[in-house]
């Protein structure tokens, strides 16, 4: 089977840095995935690493090492419209579906 | 504009009913998947269907059911056996890729 463990909630103010960090746990592992979520909304894919490294997007960037079984999101330049949840999630070999954990929130003050 | 819709947005159960909840997509994607989220909590994956006439049942099936007839369309039944159907649910689709899934905008069932 697959289990992901994240924070379940992180606080950070307009304009920093956070950093949201995934473990996991999986018997076949293609990528890890992230995913965001606002309140009553559906999630949005954000990013995949399927390699060891670093994948930048905009103000979004999301690292994985495979030999640690960990990834994490990183969020820069943080506004108040990044307040969500953000999910990671595994693609597992076996299965072909993706298995997501359950969620960090993230709250942006001002 | 190609996308996932599910309806209704809303549905109101009442206690032993069977209910279906739609879902139709317009991206010419092969891979299409059932979520359940319950409030503060992550996603269960219900049932997913790689192809057409073919669904494989994910973590929490007992108590739904699906079929896959056509590509575009991949309708979930939530049946009276499942004890504790109020939950939002999320309908999702990828293509070849697997990975970058697109979600329709869910369905919030309620018992009442």
């Known amino acids: 089977g697959q289990s992901l463990e994240q924070p379940s909630e992180v606080t950070a103010v307009e304009g920093a840095i956070v950093q949201i960090n995934c473990t996991y746990q999986t018997s076949g592992f293609y990528g890890l995935s992230w995913y965001q979520q606002h309140d009553g909304g559906a999630p949005t894919f954000l990013s995949y690493n399927a390699l060891d490294g670093l994948e930048e997007t905009g103000r979004f960037s999301s690292f994985l090492s495979r030999s640690d079984s960990y990834g994490y999101l990183l969020l820069q330049e943080l506004q108040m419209k990044d307040s969500a949840s953000y999910f990671c999630?595994?693609?597992?070999?076996?299965?072909?579906?993706?298995?997501f954990g359950s969620g960090t929130r993230l709250q942006v003050q001002p | 504009d190609g996308g996932i819709t599910q309806s209704p947005k809303y549905l109101f159960r009442k206690e032993g009913q069977n209910v279906t909840l739609s879902c139709e997509q317009n991206l010419n994607h092969d891979a299409m998947y059932w979520y359940r989220q319950d409030p503060g909590q992550g996603l269960r994956l219900i049932y997913y269907s790689q192809i057409v006439n073919d669904f494989q049942k994910g973590d929490i099936a007992e108590g739904y059911s699906v079929s896959r007839e056509k590509k575009e369309s991949f309708p979930l039944t939530v049946t009276s056996a499942q004890k504790n159907p109020t939950a939002f649910y999320l309908c999702?689709?990828?293509?070849?890729?697997?990975?970058?899934?697109?979600f329709g905008s869910g369905t919030r069932l309620t018992v009442v």
């Open positions: 999702a689709s990828t293509g070849t890729g697997l990975n970058g899934y697109t």
């Open positions: 999630a595994v693609l597992d070999t076996g299965r072909r579906a993706l298995t």
